[in-house]
Structures are given as structure tokens and as C-alpha cells.
């Protein structure tokens, strides 16, 4: 008797099904391939975008603290304002999905001694996913934490802007009152320069008065 008419139907299906899941799970190895080189990518934006906000926290702290309180003669246009990181936009490498693994069909009780192998090929690839999936969600972890630092930072650069406003419209007043100062000293310096000038003038037409009025009291004592 020929083997394959031998062959029960169930067991074929389990054979195909068998062939199948091999051919999925070297698809899926090669899918975990291109997610480990996503992922790596994943990590090392996420590593240089922290970094990035890092560096823009504290410049926007050392900004804060500068136009707090700022030193005498400091013009406004010397202190550089930060800038903001842009916004992360490189999206999560997606785990592929683990094939399904259907050796038996209707009919089989039991896996056979072949089957073994891929059983231990899948727990393998379930692994490996696992540990990809691991440093991704990490990742995102540290995403939303940057997404925080952000805001913060953000905060930070209205906060500063605020007194930056302030510091201005004080700084305006200042130079408001030395002008002022300036210009009442000029004043006051003319209005002397005025009323010496009129006490010179006074005292010119009385001694001029005082000569004319000399012949007339000559004459009289003469008389």
C-alpha cells in the first residue's frame, strides 16, 4: 500500500501545518532582526533627545537665575535666551507577532519527538521578542520623561520671560529717573546762570545810577 493513501488526513494537516509554522517562524526571526536594528535606533534618539533637553533645562535654569537678579550696567541684549529641543517625532519599532504554532490537527492527541524542535525555536523567538520589547518600552518610558522635562523647561522660559519683562520695564524707569535727574540738573543749573546774570545786571544799573547821580550832589555841595 502506497504510504501516502496510509497516510491519515489529520496526520498530512500536521505535517503542512508543521512545513508552515517552520516557514513563519524564519519570517518572524527575520522580522525580530530588522526590529532589533529599529530598536537600537529607537534608543540611541531617545539617548540624544534627553540629552538635548538635559542641556535645555538647565540653560533655562541659568536663564531664570540670570534675569532673577541682574547685575549692575548688564544690558538686557546680553543674555541669550535658550532655545527649545524640537519635539521627538521617530515613532516605536513594532514587536512582530509570534506565528502561532498549530502541529496538531483535529485528531492528534499528542506532539511527536519533530515537533520538539520548533517548540524549542519558539520559546527561543518568545524570548528574544521579549527582551527587544523590554528595551523599547523602556525607551518610551524615557520618551514621556523627556516629554515632562519639556514642559517643565517650557515653564521655565515663560517664567523667565515674565521677569525678563519686568526686568525691562524697571530698567526703563531707571533710566527714566537719571534723565529726569539729568534734565532738572541742566534746569537748575540755567536758573542759576539766569539769576546771576540778573543780580549782574542789577548791580550795573545801580552803580550806573550811582555815577549819574555823583554831579548833581558835587553841585549842590559846591553851592
Known amino acids: 500500500m502506497d504510504t501516502k493513501d496510509s497516510t491519515p488526513p489529520n496526520a498530512l494537516q500536521s505535517i503542512v501545518n508543521r512545513e508552515r509554522y517552520r516557514l513563519d517562524l524564519e519570517a518572524h526571526a527575520l522580522a525580530l532582526d530588522s526590529y532589533e536594528q529599529e530598536a537600537e535606533i529607537y534608543t540611541k534618539a531617545v539617548d540624544q533627545h534627553t540629552l538635548a533637553v538635559d542641556t535645555y533645562h538647565l540653560a533655562s535654569k541659568e536663564y531664570h537665575t540670570t534675569t532673577n537678579s541682574l547685575p ?85 522660559i515663560v517664567r523667565a520671560d515674565q521677569k525678563i519683562d519686568r526686568s525691562k520695564r524697571v530698567q526703563e524707569r531707571a533710566k527714566m529717573r537719571v534723565k529726569m535727574a539729568k534734565e532738572a540738573k541742566v534746569d537748575n543749573s540755567r536758573a542759576l546762570i539766569v539769576h546771576q546774570q540778573s543780580l549782574t545786571s542789577f548791580d550795573n544799573m545801580a552803580f550806573a545810577h550811582h555815577l549819574k547821580s555823583r554831579p548833581l550832589e558835587e553841585t549842590r555841595n559846591q553851592g
Do not use: H
Open 72 to 156: 549692575t550696567g548688564l544690558p538686557i541684549s546680553s543674555i541669550t535666551e535658550p532655545s527649545m529641543p524640537r519635539n521627538f517625532s521617530l515613532p516605536a519599532p513594532t514587536k512582530p507577532t509570534m506565528p502561532i504554532y498549530r502541529p496538531i490537527a483535529s485528531g492528534l492527541v499528542k506532539l511527536s519527538t519533530a515537533d520538539a524542535p520548533w517548540l524549542a525555536e519558539q520559546r527561543i523567538s518568545a524570548a528574544r521578542a521579549g527582551r527587544v520589547a523590554g528595551l523599547v518600552r523602556a525607551a518610551k518610558r524615557r520618551i514621556e520623561n523627556a516629554a515632562i522635562e519639556v514642559g517643565m523647561a517650557a515653564d521655565n
